[in-house]
């Protein structure tokens, strides 16, 4: 061994020994929180994870940017009952919870095992924009069922804890309602979040049933929300002064001025500006928005072309016209009972009840054809096996937060996809807002 490199040997073995006490170990730890690494890039160097606290040490808690802790008292929706015993509802704690919390912020992305993990952007009234998962083919294989709120197949860990960043892992596995021993695919989505208020998201998935079209997923973009027991569409969102119905769904061009709108009263008759050719113009252009504008604010993701979603194989469906490849449930609401089953496992809403319930107005499909039928195409796209590969080799993009504006969110949209490449990047997002 040459000199340099011998004298460089012992000079690190040195260092080590002076390193090895037992008060230089806990100084380094207390050096490595995560509040002193703002810009590090990988995990938080810690040597014993934080313990939970409860919501109320959460509301006590100040940051400079954004933070992240794990809670033992959330339940979805400003759900005041039970969860006891399990199950039917999450294994071990089925209040526990890991919430992003910012800064001046009122939005917070909740991770909650009570709903699988599945996150969900929520308002101060408890309100939640979801975008759900890799959920399989045909719904044979999904989250929101008793097996799959279970530990095993759903989990969550914090990777960064802020205050310049948050960076937060899903992993799950999507397993069938009956019997999880053979599930249908294995999901990885990473959530990093930022002072500004935006969350960029990164996904990707494993087919577990390399064979079988239920091993496969193309649909990771369910646009739908819960809320609170005893919520009305006047509680929720803005009435059109004109039509006496409400607003719940808009979807914008990042790159042009078209825009789509959906309209429910209260009755559930469903009204729209704009039509399906306009909605499919929107679906294959370079990125767009899709926002669900709550009075408190406008919930928004955004996706396109640079963020992995390639324009010609993009479909948004309004689920309240057929004719745009959507399923025609219109503002039909689920209850959730159990509280985290949101909107599968189908449980209709009934009036009066004490539970949280769920709505869906759109849907983002990755499609070789657009879906005109869908009790017809929607079999053809999932029995797709070029597509279905196709779908599990990429890896997908979005960014989602809250504003007050609909103009400014078209302009955000623009701002991150104009980036390009840089958008499979988490710092794309850093400076926008």
């Known amino acids: 061994m040459p000199v340099s490199r011998r004298n460089l040997l012992m000079n690190v073995v040195a260092g080590a020994s002076l390193a090895s006490g037992v008060k230089n170990v806990q100084t380094m730890a207390a050096c490595a929180a995560p509040n002193s690494q703002a810009m590090q890039s990988g995990p938080d160097a810690l040597f014993e994870k934080p313990s939970p606290i409860t919501l109320a040490e959460l509301a006590l808690r100040n940051t400079t940017g954004v933070m992240v802790a794990e809670v033992s008292d959330y339940a979805p929706a400003h759900y005041q009952g039970g969860l006891s015993p399990s199950p039917p509802h999450a294994d071990h704690n089925p209040k526990k919870a890991i919430i992003v919390v910012w800064k001046d912020k009122p939005q917070r992305l909740v991770f909650s095992h009570e709903s699988s993990y599945d996150p969900w952007m929520e308002l101060p009234n408890g309100l939640g924009l979801c975008n759900q998962f890799f959920e399989g083919n045909f719904g044979w294989g999904e989250l929101f069922n008793n097996n799959g709120r279970k530990e095993r197949n759903s989990f969550v860990d914090i990777i960064q804890g802020g205050p310049k960043r948050v960076w937060v892992r899903w992993n799950y596995l999507c397993v069938n309602k009956d019997d999880d021993s053979q599930p249908a695919l294995r999901g990885t989505e990473d959530y990093i979040s930022y002072p500004n208020g935006l969350v960029w998201r990164r996904l990707t998935y494993v087919s577990l049933m390399p064979d079988n079209p239920n091993g496969y997923s193309w649909q990771p973009i369910d646009f739908f929300a819960g809320a609170p027991a005893g919520t009305t569409w006047k509680d929720l969102f803005t009435r059109d002064e004109q039509h006496g119905d409400y607003l719940v769904g808009t979807v914008i061009d990042a790159y042009s001025s078209k825009r ?119 079999d053809r796209e999932a029995r797709d096996m070029e597509l279905n590969r196709w779908s599990e080799k990429h890896v997908y993009y979005t960014l989602t937060g809250m504003a007050h504006d609909v103009e400014a969110i078209r302009r955000l949209a623009k701002s991150w996809l104009d980036q390009g490449e840089n958008c499979a990047q988490s710092e794309s997002i850093a400076n926008l807002g």
């Open 260 to 378: 789509y709108d959906v309209f429910w009263d209260n009755n559930g008759k469903p009204r729209r500006d704009g039509d399906a050719t306009l909605l499919l113009e929107i679906s294959h252009s370079r990125g767009f928005a899709i926002i669900m504008p709550f009075k408190e604010g406008f919930l928004f993701t955004i996706m396109g072309a640079s963020s992995g979603f390639p324009s010609e194989k993009s479909q948004i469906v309004d689920h309240s016209f057929n004719d745009t490849g959507g399923w025609g449930w219109g503002a039909a609401r689920w209850d959730h009972w159990p509280v985290g089953w949101l909107n599968s496992q189908t449980h209709n809403y009934k009036e009066g009840s004490q539970y949280p319930y769920s709505f869906g107005p759109f849907s983002h499909y990755i499609v070789n054809e657009p879906l005109k039928e869908p009790h017809k195409d929607y």
